[in-house]
């Protein structure tokens, strides 16, 4: 639940940042990919922000499934079962994906995540 937070919504910094726009050019193209996946990710299932090597990808998971134990890392997750925006948002997942990406993405829990993954390679 770290990949959110109440003061969440901020603009990526640093080498996070950095690698949003080398990856997907920049912010608003992320934001579209993600969103896209999230909404056509049928079912109960997760939408990840994974360093794939030295890039970012989106990747959707169906249920339980994550990209842990694969050689991807994730940096952060979007849950898309139904049960994490049913009561606030119905059948509305895309105002929840907007809210997520608007107001309570957490950006320093992604970088936090990139830094350690990157430090053990350094090491």
Known sequence: WESMSPNGGSMPEGRIKQLVEENFGDLDTFRKRFTDEALSHFGSGWVWLVLDGPKLRILSTGNADSPVGTHMVPLMT????????????????????????DKLVNW?????????????KAA
């Not at 119905?90 to 997520?100: I, K, L, S, W």
């Not at 320093?108 to 053990?120: C, P, Q, V, Y």
């Open 78 to 101: 979007l849950d898309v079962w139904e049960h994490a925006y049913y009561i606030d948002y119905r059948n509305e997942r895309a105002r929840y994906v907007d809210t997520f990406l």
């Open 108 to 120: 320093k829990f992604a970088a936090a995540n990139l830094r350690g993954i990157e430090n053990r």
